[in-house]
Antibody, heavy 118, light 109 residues
């Protein structure tokens, strides 16, 4: 079964750094872009950016450029989002999803809850 | 920045038909996708390319497109369909040019 498995929930303080992960299973990881999506408490879905695991080509949404770093290690089929200095406003659930050109965001990770205290 | 407009909420009784709309200029040229998100769960795609239904999604879910508006229709709504629904589309064909609508809360009364 093709799936994306994300790292566990995080409790952090403002100013700390953090990296969360999204590991793909099955033989698809290199072939599709991986998207990262933020969902703040009680709010909707927001595109953060996408990365191509095959060549690490990364595209950021304007709101997230400079705020996070998206990366990938294709040798272990894992994508990452990294913060160098968290803010309380980064408190959210973060999802990764496979971006299929035909089916849309067809496979989603289970989400990683990040809680940042000030 | 590009925006997709959805109604914040739609309410129906069980067995009735729910229609959720999503509007934006480029929807006449770009495909739309619909996602269902239940509390505490990740989103699931229920319609892709305006009107196609993934395997495993019940037949009561359908999609349509007319001009700059796409519609998700749920026929014979069941209590389990209560969820947030998001449309997704792009203003051009760039791989990173897509956005989500603001979401619609479907209440089954």
């Amino acid at each position: 079964e093709v799936q994306l498995v994300q790292s566990g929930a995080e409790l952090k303080k403002a100013g700390e750094s953090l990296r969360i992960s999204c590991q793909g299973s099955g033989h698809f990881f290199d072939s599709y872009w991986i998207a990262w999506v933020r969902q703040m408490p009680g709010k909707g879905l927001e595109r953060m950016g996408i990365i191509s695991p095959g060549d690490s080509d990364t595209r950021y949404s304007p709101s997230f450029r400079g705020q996070v770093t998206i990366s990938v290690d294709k040798s272990i089929s894992t994508a990452y989002v990294q913060w160098s200095s968290l803010k309380a406003s980064d408190t959210a659930i973060y999802y990764c999803a496979r971006l299929h050109g035909y089916y849309g965001l067809d496979i989603w990770g289970q989400g990683t809850a990040v809680s940042v205290s000030s | 920045s590009y925006e997709l407009t959805q109604p914040p909420s739609v309410s129906v009784s069980p067995g009735q038909t729910a229609r959720i709309t999503c509007s934006a200029d480029a929807l006449s040229k770009q495909y739309a996708y619909w996602y269902q998100q239940k509390p505490g769960q990740a989103p699931v795609v229920v319609i892709y390319r305006d009107r196609e239904r993934p395997s495993g999604i019940p037949e009561r879910f359908s999609g349509s497109s007319s001009g700059t508006t796409v519609t998700l229709t749920i026929s014979g709504v069941q209590a389990e369909d209560e969820a947030d629904y998001y449309c997704q589309s792009a203003d051009n064909s760039g791989i990173n040019d897509w956005v989500f609508g603001g979401g619609t809360k479907l209440a089954v009364l």
